[in-house]
């Protein structure tokens, strides 16, 4: 099984990004997937969750209305678009997968990480 994110980098504060996580090894109908983040010093946070089926869709308070999570299930890929940027946006980013065909999403337990990609927001 693989879950590769893609799509970080460096945006001005206000800026976009959209991320991906492409999956591999899995019957991706069958995960919820969800995104975290880790910023320098800190703890990982969840960010953003999505059923297997679209259904539901979480997001942590900081990101309501900037982000959106999405996915496609025919690609076998997640996405995270993220709207103005703040500069506490800047951390890792990782994305997770969950076998789980409930109509919800949750943060835990994950049962496959990616690896991350970096988002820095800056001037």
């Known amino acids: 099984v693989q879950l590769q994110a893609s799509g970080g980098g460096l945006v001005q504060p206000g800026g976009s990004l959209r991320l991906s996580c492409a999956a591999a090894?899995?019957?991706?109908?069958?995960?919820?997937i969800a995104w975290f983040r880790q910023a320098p010093g800190k703890e990982r946070e969840a960010v953003s969750c999505?059923?297997?089926?679209?259904?539901?869709?979480e997001y942590a308070g900081s990101v309501k209305g900037r982000f959106t999570i999405s996915r496609d299930n025919a690609k076998n890929t997640a996405y995270l678009q993220m709207n103005n940027l703040k500069p506490e946006d800047t951390a890792v980013y990782y994305c997770?997968?969950?076998?789980?065909?409930?109509?919800?999403?949750?943060?835990?337990?994950?049962?496959?990480w990616g690896k991350g990609t970096l988002v820095t927001v800056s001037s």
């Open positions: 090894g899995l019957f991706f109908d069958d995960y919820a």
């Open positions: 997770a997968a969950q076998h789980s065909r409930s109509i919800y999403c949750y943060y835990s337990p994950m049962n496959y």
């Open positions: 999505i059923s297997s089926s679209s259904s539901t869709t």
